[in-house]
Every structure is written in C-alpha cells, then in structure tokens.
C-alpha cells in the first residue's frame, strides 16, 4: 500500500495532483477559522530547502509543497519562510481576512512580530512581506511542538520530507496510508470491474469454444468404434443398427465426410462463428461505451481544468507582465539612484582625499548651498537661505537658515547644520554628539525644524537609508545624506503648505484684536511705568526720612561728645592749677634734693 501512496509520484506536480483530489485529513474544532499548518525540511546531500503543508478553509484542504535550491544559506529555515508566504499568498487569492498559521519554529513568530531582528534579505523580505500581509488580513501566530503527534504539524512534516527528497519511515508511511485510503480503494474498485469485464469475455470465448467441441463430438458419436476394426453404423434418427462390411464402411465414411459432414460441420462454426462475433461485438461495444464514458468524463474535467488552469495562466501572466514591468522601472530607477549614488561616493572620496579636515566640512556646506541655488529660481524664489552669523545668547550657531513664507506669513523654517570627516579621520565622530547643540541652535533661532546634513557613520544602515527621524530625541528633528538635501526640503514645504489655511486664519485673528491687545499693552505698560516712578519716590523719601533721622542720631552723638570734652578739659584745667613741685617730687626722694639744690643756687 504504500507504494501506492508514495513511491509512484516521481514530481510534485504530480503528488499536487494527487493529493487536491485525494487527501483526506482530520477535521479540527477551529474548523470555523481558516487556518494553515506549514513546516520546512532540507536534504543536505543535495543542497534542496522544501516545505509541505495545508490550508483549511471550513473544510476545504488546499495542500501546499514547494523545493528549491538553497543559495541562501538558510538550510530548512528558508523552506519555513517561503511555507508560511506560500500560505498566506493562498489565503489573500482566496479573499480570507482571518488566518491562523501553526508552526513548529520560533522564526515565523519572532521575524513576523517584530522581536527578532532581521539580520540578511531573505529574513527582511520575509519580514516585510508579513507586515504588508498583516494590513490586509489579520493573522494569528501559534506554536506547536514537532513531532509530538499533532496530525496537521506531521502530515506537514511529511510533506517537506518529500518534497527534498528524505525518505520516510514506516510510521510516517502508514498515517499517509490511513489519509488516503478512500481514495486508493476506489482506484482498486476500478480496477477490479475492469477485470470482471475482461473476466466476462473470456467467459464468452470459452463457452463458444464448448459449444463448437460439443457438435463435433456429436458428429463423430455417430461413428461407432470396436478396437480398430469398424463393425456397425446406427442411425441418428432410428436409432437402427446396421452391419457393414469394409468396403461399404469406407465409402460410407468418404462419403459422410466429404458431403453432409463438412456440410454440417462448416454451417456449425459459421453459426459459431457468428454468434461468438456477435457477443464479441456486444461486449466490445459495451466495453468501448464504459471506455468512452470514462474518457468523455475525464476529457471533460481535463478541459475544466486546463481552462482554469489556462485562466490561471493568463491572470498570473497578467500580474507577472505587470511585476516585471514594475520590476524593470524599479531596477531602472534603483540603477540610476545607485549609479547616482556610486558618482556622488566616487566623488566624494576622491574629493575628501585631496582635502584637509576644515576643508572637508566647508566643502559639504558649499554643496549644499550650490545645490540650493540650482533649484532656487524654480522652486525657492521667495525663500530664505542663508548663513547664520548671528551667535545666539548660549556663543553657537548653525551652518545655514531656511526660511519660506507667503503673504508674510511664515510657514516653514528650518535651522540645517553639515557635518563631515574624513575617511582618515583618527577620531571619527557620531552624529548623536551634535542633537543637542542643535535643537538649541533651533529653539534659539525660533526654527521649527532642525536637519543634520552629514556623512558621518557610513556604515550605519539606519542613517543610510537616507532620511532618519530622530523625532524621539528631539523635537521635529531629522539627520539626512546630502544627496536627498533638496528632496528633503521639497517635502518639508509640501507638507507644510497645508498649513497656509490655518496660518491666514490665525494672523485675521491676531489683526483683528490687536487693538485690544495693543491698548491692554498700552495700560499695562502705563500701570508698570507708574508703579515703578511710585516705587522709587516712595524709596528716595524713606532714604531721606532715613538720612535725617541718622543725620539728627550723628548730630546728638557730636554734641553729646563735645559735652564730655569740656568736663574733660574743666577736670584737667583743675588738676592743671591744683600741681606743684611738692606734689610731683612726692615719693621721689632724688627729684627732691635736685630741686632743694635748685633752690640754693637761686
């Protein structure tokens, strides 16, 4: 039996074929939800990635079985992948809106959610390939561990065996055996009544040839035998005996059997012959209409199925001539940005290698405004575009200003900054190190924008992509290359033209109370001026009042002083008139004898 099932199936299409007619797998309890079972094999002996699986659509199984070289390095991993977009691509040609895929490994999941990072093209063409799906048709991951006896999980398994070729065993034989049972003992009915027809005509032959030795052997009981000598003859109808002599005998016999016998005998095998021929030709033709029915059913569903095929074609011919189409201007346009590109890099380094570093910054913010001036007549006439000289209150400055307004009305302003090195450059730079002294150059300068122009960081894919939001750094700001410097700008003012509308109406409604706001302006500049010459009135007279009242404190301190000085000096002029030499020799007794000698002498 299981020759039946699996060794006769030498292609895939072939075993497709088979099992969109014949498969008959389990029905499940979420039979009410599409869903798909897929999982993915490789055959390292001949380098083949291959996925099997099956899709459930309220019952209806669309078996899915795909293998091809891998160049990808991926082993049984790709064949998961391109299972799984398999899949899905079904279910969108089906218009189903609600998928769930189970899978056996963790990859489908973690790539399609977003929490494994998708590190080469194959994962990342997966990867967004789900997430474009997903706008479209809501699909629920679940996981199932392998080989523990889920039966959509095996049957997956055994289909990605055969499509790269691994041979199963007998357990996996004999579920594939259980799954297509029906379908086998139907062949085998065919079979067998096939057989009974045959059996049938064969029947017929075998009667017929009964039929003409039963005449014979009636033809020859007529002639009786005794030993080898001939000794009577009886009669077919009398049944009468009678004797005959050998010579009699032998006319008798040449004569019988030369006239009536062969006679008898020819019209017997005519009629035979006949009859047999008719039956034949009753159960050829017979034989022919079940034949002719049989190909007239099968010619038809061949031709329904080549049309559906053929339509088929003709749709994915249809959407294959517009993918190449689309491809071709893709890989067209992707040439001549890459071309572009690969002058601009070849330029570049050519440039930068000939330069000093100080050089190397200048000449980008040159670029970028030579760049600006090209497109200035056509698409910038009325905007701003200049250096900024203005050193703001915290001693920094941007590179360049870019303003744009209509009507007077500002509705676009962004501060740019360039930022450029060397490839020799010891110290390489990050363009982070810049964010901060550029949202301050921005808030300073009253800007709503800020862009960093650099060529820093060249390996870095996320700078590279061309145009990088950093919005969750900092406010409305953006680090671009500066091949996409007017590109950028062109969809900066587009989207900010929208706003126009909404600007207009504000600066009517500011002219419309600015005389509310100019005399409350007014009064409160009046009060503050008020206040402030109250303020200083009132200070200078307390400072006055404050002045005196020291001055009149000072004033009684002198003569309170002067008061002192006049007892002092009344107190010294007393002791002044009460001295004499007898009171200043007192206790001196060498002061005394000096002056009585004194007084000798006069």
Same mark, same amino acid.
């Given at each position: 039996m299981?020759?039946?099932?699996?060794?006769?199936?030498?292609?895939?299409?072939?075993?497709? /074929?088979?099992?969109?007619?014949?498969?008959?797998?389990?029905?499940?309890?979420?039979?009410?939800?599409?869903?798909?079972?897929?999982?993915?094999?490789?055959?390292?002996?001949?380098?083949?990635?291959?996925?099997?699986?099956?899709? *459930?659509?309220?019952?209806?199984?669309?078996?899915?079985?795909? %293998?091809?070289?891998d160049v990808?390095?991926?082993?049984?991993?790709y064949? #998961?992948?391109?299972?799984?977009m398999?899949?899905?691509?079904?279910? %969108?040609?089906?218009?189903?809106?609600?998928?769930?895929?189970?899978?056996?490994?963790?990859?489908?999941?973690?790539?399609?959610?977003?929490?494994?990072?998708?590190?080469?093209?194959?994962?990342?063409?997966y990867?967004?390939?789900?997430?474009?799906?997903?706008?479209?048709?809501?699909?629920i991951?679940?996981?199932?561990?392998?080989?523990?006896?889920?039966?959509?999980?095996?049957?997956?398994?055994?289909?990605?065996?055969f499509?790269v070729?691994?041979?199963?065993?007998?357990?996996?034989?004999?579920?594939?055996?259980?799954?297509?049972? $029906?379908?086998?003992?139907? !062949?085998?009915?065919?079979?067998?009544?096939?057989? +009974?027809?045959?059996?049938?005509?064969? #029947?017929? $032959?075998?009667?017929? =040839?009964?039929?003409?030795?039963?005449?014979?052997? /009636?033809?020859?009981?007529?002639?009786?035998?005794?030993?080898?000598?001939?000794?009577?003859?009886?009669?077919?109808?009398?049944?009468?005996?009678?004797?005959?002599?050998?010579?009699?005998?032998?006319?008798?016999?040449?004569?019988?059997?030369?006239?009536?016998? *062969?006679?008898?005998?020819?019209?017997?095998?005519?009629?035979?012959?006949?009859?047999?021929?008719?039956?034949?030709?009753?159960?050829e033709t017979?034989?022919?209409?079940?034949?002719?029915?049989?190909?007239?059913?099968?010619?038809?569903?061949?031709?329904?199925?080549?049309? /559906?095929?053929?339509?088929?074609?003709?749709?994915?011919?249809?959407?294959?001539?517009?993918?190449?189409?689309? $491809?071709?201007?893709?890989? %067209?346009?992707?040439?001549?940005?890459?071309?572009?590109?690969?002058?601009?890099? *070849?330029?570049?380094?050519?440039?930068?290698?000939?330069?000093?570093?100080? !050089? $190397?910054?200048?000449?980008?913010?040159?670029?970028?405004?030579?760049?600006?001036?090209k497109?200035?007549?056509?698409?910038?006439?009325?905007?701003?575009? #200049?250096?900024?000289? =203005?050193?703001?209150?915290?001693g920094?400055?941007?590179?360049?200003?870019?303003?744009?307004?209509?009507?007077?009305?500002?509705?676009?302003?962004?501060?740019?900054?360039?930022?450029?090195?060397?490839?020799?450059?010891?110290?390489?730079?990050?363009?982070?190190?810049?964010?901060?002294?550029?949202?301050?150059?921005?808030?300073?300068?009253?800007?709503e924008?800020?862009?960093?122009?650099?060529?820093l960081?060249?390996?870095?894919?996320?700078?590279?992509?061309?145009?990088?939001?950093?919005?969750?750094?900092?406010?409305?700001?953006?680090?671009? +290359?500066?091949?996409?410097?007017?590109?950028?700008?062109?969809?900066?003012?587009?989207?900010?033209?929208?706003?126009?509308?909404?600007? +207009? =109406?504000l600066?009517?409604?500011?002219?419309?109370?600015? *005389?509310?706001?100019?005399?409350?302006?007014?009064?409160?500049?009046?009060?503050?001026?008020?206040?402030?010459?109250?303020?200083?009135?009132?200070?200078?007279?307390?400072?006055?009042?404050?002045?005196?009242?020291?001055?009149?404190?000072?004033? %009684?301190?002198?003569?309170?002083?002067?008061s002192?000085?006049?007892?002092?000096?009344?107190?010294?002029n007393?002791?002044?008139?009460?001295?004499?030499?007898?009171?200043?020799? +007192?206790?001196?007794?060498?002061?005394?004898?000096?002056f009585?000698?004194?007084?000798?002498?006069?």
């Amino acid at each position: 039996m299981s020759d039946v099932v699996i060794d006769k199936f030498s292609t895939i299409n072939k075993l497709m /074929d088979f099992l969109s007619n014949h498969l008959v797998i389990p029905s499940d309890d979420i039979s009410n939800v599409p869903y798909v079972y897929i999982d993915g094999s490789y055959n390292s002996e001949t380098n083949t990635w291959g996925y099997g699986g099956f899709l *459930d659509v309220n019952g209806r199984r669309y078996p899915m079985i795909g %293998q091809g070289k891998d160049v990808s390095k991926l082993r049984n991993v790709y064949g #998961e992948i391109m299972g799984c977009m398999t899949a899905v691509k079904q279910a %969108q040609s089906l218009g189903i809106k609600h998928l769930v895929i189970y899978y056996d490994y963790n990859g489908i999941e973690g790539w399609a959610a977003q929490n494994w990072k998708a590190k080469n093209s194959y994962t990342k063409a997966y990867k967004d390939f789900i997430t474009n799906a997903g706008k479209k048709i809501k699909i629920i991951f679940k996981k199932v561990t392998s080989h523990t006896g889920v039966i959509g999980n095996e049957i997956a398994d055994i289909m990605a065996k055969f499509a790269v070729g691994i041979a199963l065993d007998n357990k996996q034989k004999a579920l594939w055996n259980d799954l297509v049972q $029906i379908s086998i003992d139907d !062949m085998q009915n065919i079979n067998q009544t096939m057989e +009974r027809d045959n059996e049938s005509v064969q #029947e017929m $032959i075998v009667s017929s =040839e009964s039929e003409f030795d039963d005449i014979i052997q /009636d033809k020859q009981n007529i002639i009786i035998k005794d030993g080898d000598e001939l000794r009577s003859i009886i009669c077919p109808n009398c049944h009468t005996k009678i004797d005959v002599d050998e010579s009699d005998y032998q006319a008798l016999i040449k004569q019988v059997r030369t006239e009536e016998f *062969d006679s008898d005998v020819n019209e017997k095998v005519d009629l035979i012959k006949s009859q047999l021929e008719a039956k034949f030709e009753v159960a050829e033709t017979e034989f022919k209409n079940k034949i002719h029915n049989m190909e007239l059913e099968h010619e038809i569903a061949l031709e329904k199925a080549v049309a /559906d095929k053929k339509l088929e074609l003709e749709a994915m011919n249809f959407k294959l001539l517009n993918s190449k189409n689309e $491809i071709d201007n893709q890989r %067209q346009t992707f040439e001549s940005m890459l071309r572009l590109k690969d002058e601009q890099i *070849d330029y570049y380094k050519d440039f930068k290698a000939k330069q000093s570093t100080k !050089m $190397i910054g200048e000449s980008l913010e040159q670029y970028c405004l030579n760049e600006f001036n090209k497109h200035r007549a056509g698409a910038f006439r009325s905007a701003y575009f #200049e250096k900024d000289n =203005e050193v703001s209150k915290s001693g920094s400055k941007g590179d360049f200003i870019f303003r744009d307004s209509i009507d007077n009305i500002e509705y676009l302003s962004i501060m740019f900054e360039m930022k450029n090195e060397s490839d020799t450059t010891v110290t390489k730079h990050k363009n982070e190190e810049f964010f901060k002294e550029l949202d301050k150059d921005r808030r300073e300068k009253n800007c709503e924008y800020a862009v960093l122009v650099s060529m820093l960081e060249s390996d870095n894919d996320f700078y590279n992509q061309g145009i990088a939001d950093v919005s969750h750094r900092y406010e409305k700001m953006y680090v671009i +290359r500066p091949q996409f410097f007017i590109s950028f700008i062109t969809m900066l003012r587009n989207a900010s033209m929208n706003s126009i509308g909404v600007r +207009r =109406e504000l600066v009517k409604i500011q002219q419309e109370n600015f *005389d509310v706001v100019k005399f409350m302006d007014n009064l409160e500049e009046f009060k503050t001026k008020f206040s402030r010459n109250y303020s200083l009135a009132e200070q200078r007279f307390n400072d006055a009042i404050t002045n005196i009242d020291k001055t009149i404190d000072y004033l %009684q301190k002198v003569r309170d002083a002067l008061s002192v000085s006049t007892k002092h000096l009344s107190a010294a002029n007393k002791q002044a008139q009460d001295l004499t030499i007898k009171k200043l020799t +007192r206790d001196n007794p060498t002061m005394i004898e000096k002056f009585k000698d004194a007084d000798g002498l006069l």
